[in-house]
């Protein structure tokens, strides 16, 4: 039984900051990769940054030098620290790990998701 909790949305103004964090909790062996995705009204979802497990992140051109990614292994998180925030970061942000449970027993678990909205 593997679930990601999520926290630290909200509201902030353009310029502005928000932190989230993606907790896993449960039965858990060993956990791959780490992810952000968001997804605005209307738009297709994408992929904002991803953690690989020696720690080297990637992400998506949008938000290069804004945002930073990052992960702490011992208590099964990782973080999305957001700065300088534009209305078209506006959107449901979404974590998924790629855990195990047991050898040979990989699957992707998502979060709940958290609405971030910036104002103008």
């Known amino acids: 039984q593997v679930e990601l909790a999520q926290f630290g949305g909200g509201l902030a103004q353009a310029g502005g900051s928000l932190r989230l964090t993606c907790a896993a909790s449960?039965?858990?062996?060993?956990?791959?990769?780490m992810a952000w995705h968001r997804q605005a009204p209307g738009k297709q979802r994408e992929l904002v940054a991803n953690?690989?497990?020696?720690?080297?992140?990637h992400y998506t051109d949008s938000v290069k030098g804004r945002f930073t990614i990052s992960r702490d292994d011992n208590i099964h998180r990782t973080y999305l620290q957001m700065t300088g925030l534009k209305p078209e970061d506006t959107a449901a942000y979404y974590c998924?790990?790629?855990?195990?449970?047991?050898?040979?027993?990989?699957?992707?678990?998502w979060g709940q998701g958290t609405q971030v909205t910036v104002s103008s």
């Open positions: 998924v790990m790629f855990i195990s449970t047991g050898p040979d027993r990989w699957f992707d678990y």
């Open positions: 449960g039965t858990i062996h060993k956990i791959d990769f």
């Open positions: 953690i690989t497990r020696e720690h080297v992140p």
